[in-house]
């Protein structure tokens, strides 16, 4: 959330996750802990009544997962099925719904301001993801090779800064350089190209660019330092080989650097891709998805459609929509960070 | 080892550059919350008479001192509850493997691709049923909730990676599974738990989606839900929106500054783990 979500919101929620089932192998070769470890009961069967100590930890065991399982399917998965129910009434969030069956979806694919929510959330991808990704490999393997000492430390924490402080800080902040007169405009005038200068958030070839820049500004840091440590644990050897080679910076860099870190690049892949297609937050206080229809993404669709214009039905069917292409764009770059782990 | 000079100095470059692209936001709000009341300052530059009075009256009308309890107290309630509730699933899905634990590891690990949009206005009717809506509780309760695919995630991730050789020297000695976990597993796990709640802290303080939509009243809300009212409020007055915007993250960069290390390495770490 990094959060989003790291923020973002954030976000928000940071993780990688569905390589988990190759948990075991990655990190044993990663950590050096022995995979070979017995997948049943730890405690061997002659010492403690096999049926005894089976049927009272599993029991137990049931009981220690309880809690947190009513607090996730309360709050989460109950929520996840409501959703799903609602995208098939028509429902003013007040008086009695009305089962309409796949209407909802219909009407999604023939309004096109709803439509080009999800066309702005991929087109955010390229600020979020791709920009903050490859700029962070550039500035990681430049820390890691030039500077060692204190101005790598320095730009690392300076760098991380925008990921602790809350999305809606980060759109204040930037609501206020991007205006008349911000220190973007003052700048351009500063430089002679006063005939750049405009409200970038307020113009519509700009706002969305401009929401992205702010993305950028967010998760530079988070993927720099994330990639930095990927290239902490690449043998030291290969660059001393290179550099007697007579390598230089960008040599390195592709032969090296770029190919070690497969696993570290899908992981800021992931955050990242997430944190663009549910944005919210800076949305919400910089443009509130205007000019026009300029910088609206799903989420703040689903927030019009179902807390100002109430309707209910059709915000969920939004919202079924955007989770199911998170859970489709994800899922292939986790193959990659599966392949990619060391 | 040798970097060639020109090498040296673009690099350098590259990072003061950057440096510069993420400080100068922080400075120019800086120094537009010292411009007097009700100006519209340009972008960077330093006022005639610096107008301190601007942070105080912006601590009054924000009501901060409010904020500040508000926050503290839905971090107060989440992150305890959480780390208790995320320990003791990952302790049994991690390490007691009890039946069926692949598929609860599987269910709450779907749960960290779901965007907060995607469930949001289900919570809203839930929590108006409940009737919590436009209280603390209904930012707390959805939070644990939340929190808890990454969190057991997390948690499970350590206990798999411990030896069996210490529960089973506790079976011996004829510890009790609650023994195991209390007294012998959870002072082992004290790193992680850490961690994960500084992680959650910090999501939870910068949470500002459940806080639009389920309360209303900014000093019942978090520290990012607050942020959004007072901006509300006082667009058209940039210099004290802007004071009001450092006083609201102070508290956050301070905590970063002294515990740096920490906080990042948790951060980094909850995204790689697996």
Known sequence: MPRAYWRPSRPNTKGNWADDLDHRRRRSSRVGVSSARPEAPRWSAGRIPWGQGIRRSSLGGWLFVLPALVMYGLFVLQPLFLTIQYSLYSWDGIGPSTWVGLENYIALTSEPRLIETLFNAFRLVLFFSVIPVSLGLVTASVIARIATGRLGTVSRTVLFLPQIIPLVAAGIIWGRLLSFPGLVNQGLDAVGLGDLTRAWLGDFDTALGAVGIIGVWVLLGFCTVLLLTGIAKIDHALYETARLDGAGWFAEFRAITVPSLRYEVGVCLTVTTIAALATFDIVYVTTGGGPGNATAVPGIQIYILAFLERQVGLASALAVVLMVLVLLVILPIQRLTREGAR | ?274
């Not at chain 2, 400080?23 to 120094?31: A, E, G």
């Not at chain 2, 959480?82 to 039946?99: E, Q």
């Not at chain 2, 695919?149 to 030896?163: E, I, L, S, T």
């Not at chain 2, 002294?258 to 951060?267: N, Y």
């Open chain 2, 1 to 274: 080892m040798r970097v060639a000079r020109n090498e040296l100095y673009a690099g350098r470059g590259l990072l003061v550059i950057l440096m510069a692209f993420i400080v100068l936001p922080f400075l120019t709000i800086f120094v537009t919350a010292l411009h007097p009341s009700g100006t519209v300052p340009a972008g960077l530059s330093w006022p005639a008479e610096p107008q301190w009075g601007n942070f105080v009256q912006a601590f009054e009308v924000a009501n901060m001192s409010a904020l500040l309890m508000s926050s503290m107290f839905i971090v107060l309630a989440v992150v305890p509850v959480a780390l208790v509730i995320s320990t003791m699933a990952g302790f049994a899905i991690g390490l007691l493997r009890v039946p069926g634990a692949r598929w609860l590891l599987l269910l709450f690990v779907f749960g960290l691709t779901l965007p907060f949009e995607g469930i949001i206005t289900p919570l809203y009717f839930l929590a108006r049923q409940f009737g919590i809506l436009n209280t603390r509780l209904a930012i707390v309760l959805p939070l644990i909730g939340l929190f808890m695919p990454f969190a057991v995630f997390w948690m499970r991730a350590h206990f798999a990676n411990m030896p069996g050789e210490i529960s089973e020297a506790a079976r011996v000695d004829g510890a009790s599974t609650w023994d195991l976990f209390w007294r012998v597993h959870v002072p082992l796990a004290r790193a992680p738990i850490a961690s994960l709640g500084i992680l959650m802290s910090v999501w939870a303080w910068n949470q500002f989606l459940l806080a639009l939509v389920l309360v209303e009243d900014p000093t019942q809300r978090t520290m990012a839900g607050a942020l959004g009212a007072f901006q509300g409020h006082y667009a058209t007055d940039i210099p004290l929106l802007c004071a009001g915007t450092i006083l609201i993250l102070l508290p956050t960069l301070i905590l970063f500054v002294v515990f740096q290390r920490h906080v990042i390495t948790a951060l980094l770490q909850g995204s790689v783990k697996g």
